[in-house]
């Protein structure tokens, strides 16, 4: 299980990330897949429905308008992201409890420890899977 991402979507994570601070940012990934691989091909930064330092939520336009987009184009939605402001890029119980689309990418980046981490929803936990940087 791996997520490929550029170094320069890494940069769009993170910078989206310190603009929301407090709050957490949040956002969609949209790619490919190939077996147990998925590759991010753009970042879709979302607004934070919830405003708030634990916990987010996109509304639900903007995922409808994501996973349009990624049909139109021959693509998939492959993941989310969003930041924890104050703590590590480990899931929190909050995030396993909303983690609700089996196969996809929940990717967290962590403002302090400066580090991302991501985890693949198999339809009922978080597992830890890879993240490959692509140049």
């Known amino acids: 299980m791996t997520i490929k991402i550029s170094s320069k979507h890494l940069e769009r ?15 969609i ?13 753009e970042v879709w930064p979302a607004r934070n429905e919830l ?12 995922l409808l308008q994501a996973f349009t987009h990624a049909e139109q184009n021959r693509l998939e939605v ?5 930041s924890h402001p104050f703590w ?6 909050i995030d396993k409890s909303r983690a609700n689309y089996p196969g996809l990418s929940y990717v967290i980046y962590s403002i302090p420890k ?16 890879q993240v490959v940087t692509l140049e």
């Open 51 to 62: 405003s708030s330092e634990s916990s987010y939520e996109i509304h639900p336009e903007t």
């Open 13 to 27: 994570i993170s910078l989206h990330s310190k603009e929301c601070y407090p709050a957490e940012a949040c956002g």
């Open 29 to 41: 990934l949209i790619g490919t897949l190939a077996g147990d691989a998925r590759t991010v091909t």
């Open 114 to 129: 400066k580090e991302m981490r991501s985890f693949l929803f198999d339809g009922s936990q978080l597992i830890h899977e």
């Open 78 to 82: 492959v993941g989310f992201y969003h």
């Open 88 to 93: 590590s890029a480990d899931a929190s119980e």
